[in-house]
DNA sequence: TATTGTTATACTCTATAACTATA
DNA sequence: TATAGTTATAGAGTATAACAATA
């Protein structure tokens, strides 16, 4: 037998039947870096989504909500709460390019806030690629793009 | 210039300024992984995280659930309808360890549980890994826990 | 017929506060 | 004073269904 504490001496629980499961470290990492990044954008008044919608439609002007939807993965049911909360406050406008669909383009406020979102997910994302060796980051992301396909 | 389509001809929306995002992804790919996961184990009526617990008391007998939350990162507060659950569906049982906490151990009927949903998470686990080169499963999991830790 | 956008709704997961009982 | 467990509650995120207007 190795040497345990007691059961009595509240022993830290063992992960070993999990330490070679991948979905579970993936769901652990992913809950603590968007939890300090829902931290972090608090300081602008942004949740991580929004910000990825900002920074989304300053660097593509003209995108529909639907196709904002498509590429985050996010129901277009759910995409119009959070585009009228966005315009709402200020960050975007709607134009229309046809009946049905509308062109999302930043407000001068909106811009704004995507240079202050932008630079607080930079420091986010450096403090956590500086947890791994040089090299790791991009085949980290390379290996979770695989991943999250389909 | 380089070739691009006409904008109104439903330009897929371009993830360019997110490429380098480890948070991003990590989020896109916990979630696809999240989602399949939980459709495999539907086939058994039980969730990820009461598979997880479930394999947990399974390998070490007289966790409390305490110590599970701990372990897992999962509030006392949500604990307890979740332990609730499982030992109404009699999987788990609870002996008194003192009047504070209760010692947790499987039933026969949760010992099969576990071992069905062991099977179906390592199939799932391998649908995944396989996606990867063969030597990347364990870099990245180790890079997880870096990322996960704290 | 298919697509865009909206509303309503429900379910899960998570977070906080307050409380009892016990160590 | 600190810990174990419970209850209640609120906030996000996400899912489906239904609908109107338009292509």
Redesign the pocket.
Known sequence: MTARPALDA?APADTGPLDGLLGYWLRRAS?VMM?DLGASLASVEL???EATILILIGNQPGL???ELGRVLA????????L??GLMKRGFIHKSRV?????ALALTAWGHDKVTQARAIIDAHEHRFQSRLAADMPEKVIEALKQLGAS
């Open positions: 509240a809950a939890a949740r991580p989504t529909t909500q639907s996010i129901a277009r049911a759910n995409m119009a709460p585009m009228a046809d009946g049905r669909s509308q």
